[in-house]
């Protein structure tokens, strides 16, 4: 059997700095001991060479687990990093290879042996050159076979220089870097090159203990992520130096496991900052990777379960005035700002903005957003996205997609838009959702899980309760909490902790509807009341003060009418009691060409017949 050719003397080539994408042999793997986190070490040839400080990226266990990637297997190294590490059996320093992007080309049960006769190469520092970084071919350490390893001249050799390197604040830049995956406790000198990808706002506390103040921000390299966070004094020191997007050298930080509390990086370790760390910015940046995003489209967030991180970019169409309130559980004053995001799938979705985010975020020229790990979030079963302390949010990003999106709005994509997925009833119309009848709603437990449950069912409206279907509500676009009379025209919400001369009137109805099984109650918010009624809920409310009989015969107008209502139902806590609540999300008027298609599917389906 012909197998591919291995690239002779890619190895050592790789090693000097090349890029190329070689083809190479692997001749054995083994799990690194003592390591708290999976790592894999490997035997790797290119027929000519053999090298042994060749390491799997965290990312590519799987190939191992799965039996992708077994002895003698024949692969194209697609992507790598390179990186100088000590040598505790010598006084030189190791170059290791680390394994980013592989491609199988034939696996190593089909091979079956070792192709060539390669012979061990073993990295010689060279003295000018050994603090630089891989990177640049006029850096490039010189090589001896295995088992003719020369002694440097100084025979004290790369160590002593290299540490003398790192304590030398100026130094970063020609000290070799780590990758950030082969960082461990047990090491005491390093240096890694890595993008910030997220720094959050700096936070204050103070308790028994004292008070003080934190930040945190995250970093990235070609082999992985790690949090790090700075407090006090640190904070002064690196806040304002830490931009997002830049590149820099980190060195002498604290290495500890990291809380997964409050660490969401792919990193089994996180580094605190302290009196010794050193950080400096690095102008060559171009191999450290950029944010990579997994955009969803806006469309199916409706899709997504509730507390879900996601991607998302979008055209900032609309955006709301900045809401200013005092937080119930903390007592702390709190900023946030609702802007709506649009994309090429023809839908829209609310972002809520906190902090200084809402506060500096300007929307004169609808720019575009992209975010990473946003929060989905869910109230009367539309939805909604937030930012969150780990969120990084982009505006104008200079990237493919965001172009894409700005040509797709600037040429007419705002007149596309149908959906708004934030809506109540958005996504409630059509014959999507499962159908269920009251009876089986309650044989199948629906709503007893963790999380709601969603149905629909044609059933007819009963009994709708007129004398309490608005209600008084706070003025602000923004909040539609209850507002109290204070008897001396003015109306105080305490949500807003501010008392208005006026209000306005908001739906809150509770209607009995009843299908061919049984009968319920259940709640309609503003926006479904106001499809179901065909009056506003102002205009309710203002004819329920000035002519009652007249409001009672709008509102009951829609006795006896048939909709298809989508309903969703969970169970909640009175008290000592339980009952399920059962929220109206959407209602469509009856279409009986569809519902009758559908009553015929199913008729299909009990009997085995099919319709003709």
Not at 82 to 103: A, C, P, Y
Not at 189 to 217: P, Q
Request: proline share 3%; net charge neutral; with cysteine.
């Amino acid at each position: 059997m012909n197998f591919p050719e291995l690239s002779n003397g890619a190895i050592k080539r790789l090693i000097e700095g090349s890029d190329e994408q070689p083809v190479l042999q692997m001749l054995g793997i083994k799990l690194i001991p003592n390591n708290e986190s999976e790592r894999y070490r490997l035997l790797i040839s290119d027929g000519q060479y053999l090298h042994s400080f060749a390491m799997l990226a965290c990312q590519l266990n799987y190939m191992f687990h799965n039996g992708s990637l077994t002895d003698f297997t024949i692969f194209r190294l697609s992507r790598f990093n390179t990186s100088m590490v000590n040598s505790k059996t010598d006084s030189g320093g190791k170059r290791v290879i680390v394994l980013m992007e592989v491609n199988v080309l034939v696996p190593g049960s089909e091979v079956g042996r070792k192709i060539g006769n390669p012979v061990g190469l073993e990295m010689k520092p060279d003295q000018s050159n050994a603090g630089n970084n891989m990177g640049a071919k006029t850096s490039a350490p010189s090589f001896a076979a295995k088992g003719k390893q020369p002694m440097n001249s100084s025979g004290s050799s790369y160590n002593q220089r290299n540490a003398a390197n790192l304590n030398d604040s100026m130094s970063l830049s020609t000290s070799v870097t780590h990758p950030i995956c082969s960082l461990t406790p047990y090491q005491n000198k390093w240096v890694i090159k890595a993008r910030v990808m997220h720094k959050a706002n700096v936070r204050t506390w103070k308790n028994d203990r004292g008070e003080g103040k934190l930040f945190s921000f995250e970093l990235a390299d070609q082999s992985g992520e790690i949090r790090a966070t700075a407090f006090k004094e640190q904070v002064d020191k690196f806040y304002d130096m830490l931009e997002v997007d830049k590149v820099y050298f980190v060195s002498k930080c604290t290495l500890k496991a990291a809380d997964k509390r409050f660490n969401s990086t792919k990193n089994d370790y996180e580094l605190t900052l302290n009196n010794e760390t050193i950080i400096q910015e690095c102008f060559d940046d171009v191999d450290v990777p950029t944010t990579n995003y997994n955009f969803v489209p806006i469309s199916q967030i409706t899709n997504m379960e509730a507390n879900s991180m996601i991607d998302v970019i979008g055209v900032c169409t609309n955006a709301g005035d900045i809401f200013q309130f005092t937080a119930r559980s903390s007592g702390r004053e709190l900023k946030k700002r609702e802007v709506t995001l649009a994309d090429p799938s023809k839908a829209s979705v609310t972002l809520t903005l906190w902090g200084d985010d809402a506060e500096n975020f300007d929307a004169t020229y609808q720019p575009v957003l992209a975010i990473k790990a946003c929060r989905v979030t869910e109230f009367g079963g539309g939805k909604t996205i937030s930012l969150i302390s780990n969120s990084q949010m982009k505006i104008n990003p200079d990237i493919p997609e965001g172009h894409r999106i700005r040509g797709w709005f600037d040429n007419g994509g705002s007149e596309e838009i149908d959906v708004n997925v934030s809506t109540r009833t958005g996504g409630a119309s059509g014959l999507k959702t499962e159908w269920v009848t009251f009876h089986e709603a309650k044989v199948k437990n629906l709503g007893m899980g963790d999380n709601p449950d969603y149905f629909q069912t044609k059933a007819i409206v009963h009994l709708v309760r007129v004398s309490n279907c608005v209600y008084k509500a706070c003025p602000q676009a923004e909040c539609n909490k209850k507002v109290v009379d204070q008897d001396d025209g003015t109306y105080r919400c305490e949500k807003c902790n501010t008392a208005y001369a006026n209000f306005k009137y908001r739906y809150l109805v509770s209607m009995s509807i009843g299908d061919w099984t049984s009968n319920r109650w259940v709640t309609c918010f503003n926006e479904v009341a106001e499809q179901i009624i065909g009056k506003s809920a102002q205009e309710i409310g203002e004819l329920l003060t000035n002519n009652p009989d007249e409001a009672e015969a709008v509102v009951s107008s829609i006795h006896f009418s048939a909709y298809i209502f989508k309903l969703r139902i969970k169970m909640e806590h009175f008290g000592d009691t339980n009952r399920n609540k059962i929220t109206v999300v959407g209602a469509t008027p009856l279409n009986y060409k569809d519902y009758n298609e559908y009553l015929i599917k199913h008729l299909s389906e009990l009997t085995g017949i099919t319709a003709k």
